[in-house]
């Protein structure tokens, strides 16, 4: 397993600007992951981000929108750019640590665009 | 497409009745099935990884099991700190490690 932290924990935003969520995970992993969680509905993935890689984005997430880093093997930053009331959501990142598929959640970002 | 379906969508129970949770998937081929917990205002939990049809994995009153199309999340005596929403995800070959989630079921069991 793993402990993973995000910074902030829950923002309020204006539209129009931009927002850096990020992820600290207390052990070095390659596997880092992005997802969203819109109110009353499940985790949908924005992406994958490897280090030492370009990250791969899902279907309907663009790196403009959304673009990450991923400086090292246990630090990684997601930016909601340009915000609109639509882009309120939880955010949260995730790893696998053995490559065996089980992955483990920080405890999200709560972001509301007004 | 790949796609998980979970049922039903909310359950209530009263402490100490069993019941089942349904995870039907269609996915191109399963490279694992996993089940997490998720409290509210907190990240998923992670309960346990199914690989293949006929396996079974306990936890305290929780017990998974998986076929071929689908899996149960059996939940033996519940108390009120089972409470909470339950999401089935699958791991599909060729998905780049990524999971894909069922909406999840919200579990309120009551004293």
């Known amino acids: 397993s793993a402990v993973i932290s995000q910074k902030p924990s829950r923002d309020i935003c204006q539209r129009g600007t931009s927002l850096t969520i990020q992820c600290q995970v207390d052990?070095?992993?390659?596997?880092m992951f992005w997802y969203r969680q819109q109110p009353g509905q499940s985790l949908t993935l924005i992406a994958t981000?490897?280090?030492?890689?370009?990250?791969?984005?899902e279907s309907g997430f663009v790196i403009d929108k959304f673009p990450i880093s991923r400086p090292n093997l246990t630090f990684s930053t997601l930016t909601v750019s340009n915000m609109s009331p639509e882009d309120s959501s939880i955010y949260l990142c995730s790893v696998d640590t053995q490559g065996a598929g089980e992955q483990y959640f920080g405890p999200g970002t709560r972001l509301t665009v007004t | 497409e790949d796609q998980v379906t979970q049922s039903p969508e909310a359950l209530r129970l009263q402490e100490g009745e069993s019941s089942s949770l349904n995870c039907s998937y269609t996915?191109?081929?399963?490279?694992?099935l996993f089940w997490y917990r998720q409290d509210p205002g907190k990240g998923p939990e992670f309960l346990f990884t199914l690989y293949s049809a006929g396996e079974e994995k306990e936890k305290e009153r929780l017990k998974a099991t998986l076929t071929k199309k689908e899996s149960f999340l059996h939940i033996t005596a519940p108390k009120p700190e089972d409470s909470a929403t339950y999401l089935c995800?699958?791991?599909?070959?060729?998905?780049?490690?990524?999971?894909?989630f069922g909406a999840g079921t919200r579990l309120a069991v009551h004293p």
């Open positions: 052990s070095q992993v390659t596997m």
């Open positions: 981000a490897n280090q030492g890689s370009e990250a791969t984005y």
């Open positions: 996915v191109s081929g399963l490279r694992g």
């Open positions: 995800a699958v791991r599909p070959w060729g998905g780049y490690n990524k999971l894909i």
